[in-house]
């Protein structure tokens, strides 16, 4: 995933990426392994209504489609039952998501305040 390009790129022996190496390279893209970040819905993930969930330094985050302010996030474990709730969370940044460490499969729904409701699931490992 190309930060700042916002697009994922499926490499293989035959991908070529461009780019110019500044001060903030390190920061510029994301590799997945075998995956790319949660995409259940049908956003389209090299453009801005992309919302997904990848993992950083072993911390789960929710990535927001750009057209929305706020967002309202719950956290289910697999049951069902609510384990986590937050009201109001700016889209601006990444938000961090406080799962248990616990290895276990959560269902994230994050509802923007247009009606929109997008639901991601994540693995905890």
Do not use: H, M
Not at 69 to 77: E, G, L, M, R
């Amino acid at each position: 995933y190309d930060k700042v390009t916002n697009k994922v790129i499926d490499v293989n022996e035959a991908t070529e990426i461009s780019f110019v190496a500044d001060d903030k390279i390190n920061d510029r893209f994301e590799f997945y392994w075998n995956e790319k970040p949660s995409t259940l819905g049908t956003d389209d993930l090299n453009g801005a209504n992309a919302t997904y969930l990848y993992t950083n330094n072993s911390s789960q985050f929710v990535k927001f489609e750009e057209k929305n302010t706020t967002a309202d996030i719950a956290v289910y474990d697999i049951s069902g039952k609510q384990i986590f709730n937050k009201v109001n969370v700016s889209t601006n940044t990444d938000y961090k998501l406080n799962l248990i460490n616990v290895p276990s499969v959560y269902v994230v729904k994050i509802a923007y305040k247009n009606g929109k409701v997008v639901t991601k699931k994540t693995i905890n490992k």
